[in-house]
């Protein structure tokens, strides 16, 4: 009997976990290591920490600079460290690059790291064999102080988990882009053209996100849901420290844009790349201190739920009751791309 082939997207968390187990890091300068759940890496260099992450856009082909440029800020961010260098690597497909191609990809890259504080400092580029469009795989660094490190793995059961913005920013942006005629006759243009200005209006960056809940105090994990959306997001940040997560699905905030067109494609939003809100587990004595100062700064925060014990697994409430928490073994971008 031949072996199951593994869907596009993430790897089963259980294979990762297996794999992740045997890997073994004595080297006592790596702070935080390899794991599910885990956004970056962490270095002690001297009284400084680096934190390192790397991350590829593989969906999206138009404006993939700005995506790759923020998710691996995002992650940086989620750590407690500052964002501050970048290497790509551009992959770009045989028979279809021109340098009018390669020079709209360096000039996007350029501009989003100068809208981002965030220095290019070096990488990669080639033409490749088997690809139908540029893939670009970022490597960043940032910078942080012992005291500012947030380690994963921190939070508790009763910790309640806070949502900044809404979900499925990036996803609903993404489609928008890609699907534009297909999705034109069935929700029209001006929803497609709100959804699509998503990506630059709220973006998808979550960094003065993470920035103003650390400073609010009582923060004990963040997590920038990416593939596989917020159910997938919260799983990671949940299993990270060894909890189980209760999410009230009547409270989670979504745009009327992602409404709509996960609603015409057939799409869970719960499952679709939510880069551009932040997952933050927050000590529940801290959290009117926390929303007090979101609201203060105009950044839309909600309470969706909290940390549970791990034997009491991952509950999505909904109008009918309660149920498990969706599991998505791949992204729900990758139904309709």
């Known amino acids: 009997m031949s072996e199951a082939i593994l869907p596009p997207g993430k790897l089963p968390s259980s294979l990762l976990r297996r794999l992740l187990a045997s890997h073994d890091t004595p080297d006592p300068s790596v702070l935080v290591g390899p794991g599910v759940g885990v956004d970056a890496a962490a270095l002690a260099v001297g ?34 460290a500052a964002p501050r260098w970048l290497l790509v690597t551009a992959l770009l497909p045989e028979g279809k690059t021109t340098p009018a191609l390669v020079e709209t990809q360096f000039r996007q890259l350029r501009d989003a790291c100068a809208q981002t504080g965030i220095s290019l400092v070096g990488g990669h580029t080639e033409i490749t064999l088997g690809l139908d469009r540029p893939i670009l795989v970022g490597q960043m660094l940032g910078e942080t102080a012992q005291d500012r490190l947030l380690r994963p793995g921190g939070a508790q059961p009763g910790d309640r988990l806070l949502l900044t913005k809404a979900i499925a920013i ?10 534009r005629a297909r999705l034109l006759p069935l929700v029209g243009a001006a929803i497609v053209d709100r959804a699509a200005d998503l990506l630059r209006d709220p973006g998808i960056s979550v960094v003065r996100d993470a920035n103003l809940l650390l400073d ?26 060894g ?95």
């Open 243 to 337: 909890c189980g997560a209760f999410v009230n699905a009547d409270v989670v905030p979504i745009l009327p844009e992602t409404a709509a067109i996960t609603g015409a494609l057939g799409l869970d939003p719960l499952g679709l790349l939510a880069s551009g809100s932040l997952l933050a587990a927050v000590r529940p004595e801290a959290v009117p201190a926390a929303l007090a100062a979101a609201d203060a700064a105009g950044l839309p925060t909600t309470c969706i739920g909290k940390l549970t014990p791990p034997a009491q697994g991952f509950t999505l409430l909904v109008q009918d009751g309660p149920r498990e928490l969706p599991a998505f073994t791949s992204d729900e971008v990758t139904r309709t791309l």
């Open 170 to 179: 990036e996803g609903t942006a993404l489609l928008a882009r890609e699907l």
């Open 47 to 80: 009284d400084t920490v680096l934190v390192l992450k790397t991350d590829p856009i593989t969906f999206a082909s138009e404006d993939a600079a700005r995506y790759l440029v923020n998710v691996n800020a995002n992650d940086i961010a989620c750590l407690g």
């Open 216 to 241: 609010a105090g009582g923060v004990t994990a963040l997590h920038d849901p990416t593939e596989g959306g917020l159910a997938t997001g919260v799983r990671e940040l949940a299993g990270a420290s």
